[in-house]
């Protein structure tokens, strides 16, 4: 089983949709757990963190289960500038360091 | 907003030829990464650096790799005798913690070699 499994995607979606991405990870020591977002042949940004009580920011919202050591990022009202690779990231079993899922493309269409 | 800095954003160089990619931290942070992306793959992980020496590396990080951080506030990769598939996005990262706070990561150095 690979350490981070994300949906492979792409999404591709009209304006102003709500969608739904899923991660799911392996360790069930980690601890914390990221939604980075990485634009074309750029470096990966911190999107949001991920706490256990679920959070939101914005159109965005994380939640995690950590019995099914899975984790979901939803968008609401997409905007075309979501266009993105979403990358779910999770620490490590010491929490030295983190592992990236391979991500999920996203294209929001007019 | 601070950055994590990194040169060259390209670095062309022949197979068999040393590189030295450099990374200068956000001034703050403790910890410190070295991660890679060939083109169209995951980001990877290859080592972590804490407190003046490696804490972590991966099967990637092998004796062809070094890291230094020569003088309090550089932090720099070196690939020695460099192979084709060692072409890829080179990234850096840094954190006070990362439990917390995530890394910020530098643009990255483009390594091709030919």
């Known amino acids: 089983r690979k350490e981070v499994e994300q949906d492979p995607g792409p999404f591709n979606v009209p304006e102003g949709a709500t969608v739904a991405f899923n991660c799911t990870y392996s360790n069930s020591a980690s601890q914390s757990f990221f939604w980075y977002r990485q634009d074309c042949r750029k470096e990966p940004k911190l999107l949001m963190s991920?706490?256990?009580s679920g959070n939101e920011d914005g159109r965005f919202t994380a939640q995690l289960n950590r019995a099914s050591q899975y984790i979901s990022l939803l968008i609401r009202d997409s905007k075309l500038s979501d266009s993105a690779t979403y990358l779910c990231v999770v620490t490590t079993y010491n929490n030295n360091d983190m592992r990236f899922g391979a991500g999920t493309r996203l294209t929001v269409k007019p | 907003e601070p950055e994590v800095t990194q040169t060259p954003s390209h670095q062309v160089t022949q197979m068999g030829q040393e590189v030295i990619l450099r990374c200068v931290p956000i001034?703050?942070?403790?910890?410190f990464y070295w991660y890679r992306q060939i083109l169209g793959q995951k980001v990877e992980f290859l080592v972590s650096?804490?407190?003046?020496?490696?804490?972590?590396k991966s099967e990637i990080f092998d004796d062809q790799f070094s890291v230094e951080r020569p003088d309090g506030s550089n932090f720099t990769l070196k690939i020695r005798s460099t192979k084709l598939e060692d072409s890829a996005m080179y990234f850096c990262a840094s954190t006070i913690q990362g439990l917390i706070y995530g890394y910020t990561f530098g643009s990255g150095t483009r390594l091709t070699v030919v």
């Open positions: 001034s703050n942070h403790l910890y």
């Open positions: 650096f804490y407190n003046n020496e490696i804490s972590e």
């Open positions: 991920v706490y256990s």
